[in-house]
Nanobody, 121 residues
Framework: QVQLLESGGGLVQPGGSLRLSCAAS????????MGWFRQAPGNQREMVAT???????NYTDSVKGRFTVSRDITQNTVYLQMNSLTPEDTAVYYC???????????????WGQGTQVTVSS
């Protein structure tokens, strides 16, 4: 069983910053990659940023230069530092982990419960 525990969402003014955290609890599994997705009302869920076990990162164009994804391997935790936030960043942010079962070799995606980020004056 894999559980993802998110924290760090909230209300912030335009131009402000927030830091999201997501801790993964795994057993007999290794993490291939972790990342963040978001979904605004009426929109599809979109990838925001991901980081692989090797440290390679990927960002959606709209957040490049403003958001930074990082990880703590020892704690199975991924972070998303969000700077220069705009109202367009308002959404529910979901943590994602692609995890491989060390016994079967199968990889699956797991999701956190989501945390609300609201950017408003």
């Amino acid at each position: 069983q894999v559980q993802l525990l998110e924290s760090g969402g909230g209300l912030v003014q335009p131009g402000g910053s927030l830091r999201l955290s997501c801790a993964a609890s795994t057993r007999f599994r290794s993490i291939n990659a972790m990342g963040w997705f978001r979904q605004a009302p009426g929109n599809q869920r979109e990838m925001v940023a991901t980081i692989t076990s090797g440290g390679s990162t990927n960002y959606t164009d709209s957040v490049k230069g403003r958001f930074t994804v990082s990880r703590d391997i020892t704690q199975n935790t991924v972070y998303l530092q969000m700077n220069s936030l705009t109202p367009e960043d308002t959404a529910v942010y979901y943590c994602n982990a692609n995890v491989r079962n060390v016994w079967t070799g199968r990889s699956d995606d797991y999701w956190g419960q989501g945390t609300q980020v609201t950017v408003s004056s």
